[in-house]
């Protein structure tokens, strides 16, 4: 999840917005969605989120209710004792074009995933499957990957150490099978056009050329489960105005909006009112590698972050700006995403760490002093990055000026200035590290913390802040290597390593996401889940 910046969240989680009516005989079975964004590519092995694109590709399983692997390509599977190989027998199933799926397609699609030359954002998620690690680093071929097929219909995993959760991450979109017939026939067209690429799951992509602001997604008839599929077409079109799309909405056009924060208390108590809940923690990332020596001082220092995020009165932000029903955060991990093996327990309340997420002015005075003794720099003039078309937030604009406001109002020598820009050029500013602090954010992509705490690992490909502490570091590896077949020291090790993080305020979390929208009623059978792959149609329908 999805992934990225408050927009790169918006791009391609792409929060569905409506459906057609029941009553025009040819829409029958046609739902009409509005997207918040353009999607910027199909090609699996280089997307940056997949919060639509499980409707379109399925991996061994695929993402059900409550966050749960269901059943997908695998008709079985078997683990070994020591939790470290993997057998996945496949069901038979074909590409969109009616080329079989085989184990070979599995194989080939992971290595080209992996492959540095590919350069995957989510590259790292296959981390812990045997070699990964050393490929992304370029210290082995992609073929070394412990991944192979025996015959045409069986999958080898081997992994280096056990992972907890590795059943719900292989319903991820990334893990999917590519047809290497189409990509070779492609080649970099492979991915860029609706038509230049084969599809795994219950709907194809047709119309889309890459730039286009409509497209649709249509029922895949070779998909193996396609009984089950009652849609016959999506069709999407970018609405970025939440105005327009509540338009849209009311003349029957779409059949669900999401409502901003000005909207909510109008429709709160209509019968068509939904909440969906969302693991989208947005928070602010500091850039400790800016290329302005002052900034990069004062950027790089503790009281100076711990002074920000003093700065920022959550409950009034969430109440005021978020919009209606918002979480705030207790650390960079979401609430509801996962609990303890032990007590049950939420981890967001085992991450909380005392007074590093309060309203405080006195302590926020008292840190920027210390940061400004500390740095020697008494007056000090930062950017903050935020997206003009924020999607699914649509509160981008008005945090960033309740920041700057905060600022100017009590801590005097800082400014923040706002930069503004369209969602594709703030991720690529991010990516490239063009800017001093961002509006940023993340969506867990399975139910387990470490999807969170991954993002900041020093090598990670999503620290454009270029966070580095070895403490922190020593504790993911435990979680994830030392520890992961023991669920209790795991579990210990992720809040460890979460209690690090927000002492040194490495992100400063500000609010979690609770999307409201409208929805017409006659449509029925959508699964939205927290994490992952957000939105499911397979068993949509328009009653």
Not at 109 to 135: C, E, H, M, Q, V
Request: aromatic fraction near 10%; hydrophobic fraction near 35%.
């Amino acid at each position: 999840m999805a992934t990225g910046t408050v927009v790169l969240a918006s791009a391609l989680v792409l929060a569905a917005c409506g459906a057609s009516s029941s009553t025009s005989s040819s829409k029958k079975q046609v739902l009409n969605l509005a997207a918040s964004a353009q999607l910027d590519t199909i090609d699996i092995s280089k997307s940056t989120g997949y919060g639509q694109t499980g409707n379109v590709y399925e991996s061994f399983y695929r993402l059900g209710k409550n966050g749960k692997a269901t059943a997908g390509l695998a008709k079985s599977a078997s683990v070994s004792a020591d939790g470290r190989t993997y057998t996945f027998k496949l069901r038979k199933a074909k590409f969109s074009n009616g080329d079989p799926i085989t184990a070979q397609s599995f194989v080939y699609s992971w290595r080209r995933t992996i492959n540095p030359k590919t350069t995957s954002p989510y590259s790292y998620l296959f981390a812990g499957i045997k070699n990964a690690n050393d490929i992304i680093a370029g210290k082995k071929s992609p073929n070394t990957l412990g991944i192979s097929a025996k015959g045409k219909d069986t999958v080898v995993v081997q992994l280096d150490q056990p992972i907890a959760y590795f059943k719900v991450l292989m319903a991820y979109p990334l893990f999917s099978p590519q047809d290497q017939k189409v990509v070779a026939k492609y080649g970099k067209k492979y991915g860029t056009k609706a038509q230049y690429s084969a599809y795994t799951g219950p709907f194809k992509i047709s119309k889309w050329n890459g730039t286009s602001n409509k497209w649709t997604f249509v029922k895949n008839k070779d998909y193996w489960d396609a009984k089950k599929v009652k849609l016959q077409k999506i069709n999407y079109m970018v609405v970025s105005d939440a105005s327009t799309s509540l338009d849209l909405y009311q003349t029957g056009k779409i059949d669900l909006t999401q409502l901003e924060a000005t909207q909510v208390n109008n429709y709160a108590h209509n019968k068509e009112y939904k909440i969906y809940p969302y693991s989208y923690v947005s928070f602010l990332e500091y850039n400790r590698a800016d290329s302005d020596a002052n900034k990069q001082k004062v950027l790089n220092n503790t009281h100076f972050r711990q002074a920000i995020s003093a700065l920022v009165n959550r409950k009034q932000l969430a109440k005021k700006v978020v919009g209606q029903g918002t979480v705030i955060p207790t650390g960079l991990v979401s609430t509801s995403l996962a609990a303890s093996p032990k007590t049950g327990k939420d981890f967001s309340k085992d991450q909380a760490v005392a007074g590093t997420l309060d309203y405080n002015i006195k302590r926020a005075k008292a840190d920027w002093a210390a940061a400004q003794k500390e740095t020697g720099v008494k007056n000090i003039s930062l950017t903050i990055l935020a997206p003009s078309d924020d999607g699914d937030d649509k509160s981008s604009q008005q945090v960033v000026q309740y920041l700057k406001a905060q600022a100017a109002k009590y801590l005097p020598g800082l400014t923040l200035k706002i930069q503004s820009m369209p969602s594709q050029a703030t991720r690529q500013n991010e990516q490239r590290g063009n800017f001093d602090i961002a509006l940023a954010g993340w969506g867990a992509d399975f139910n387990d913390p470490i999807s969170f705490l991954q993002i900041l690992q020093k090598d990670a490909s999503y620290n454009y802040g270029k966070y580095d502490s070895a403490q922190y570091e020593a504790l993911v590896k435990m979680a994830s290597v030392t520890d992961a077949n023991n669920p209790d020291k795991r579990w210990q090790d992720m809040i460890d390593a979460s209690h690090v993080i927000l002492k040194d305020q490495a992100v400063t979390p500000l609010y979690q996401s609770v999307y409201s929208f409208l929805k017409k009623d006659d449509v029925r059978g959508i699964i939205h889940n927290t994490a992952g792959t957000q939105w499911s149609y397979k068993y949509a329908y328009i009653k």
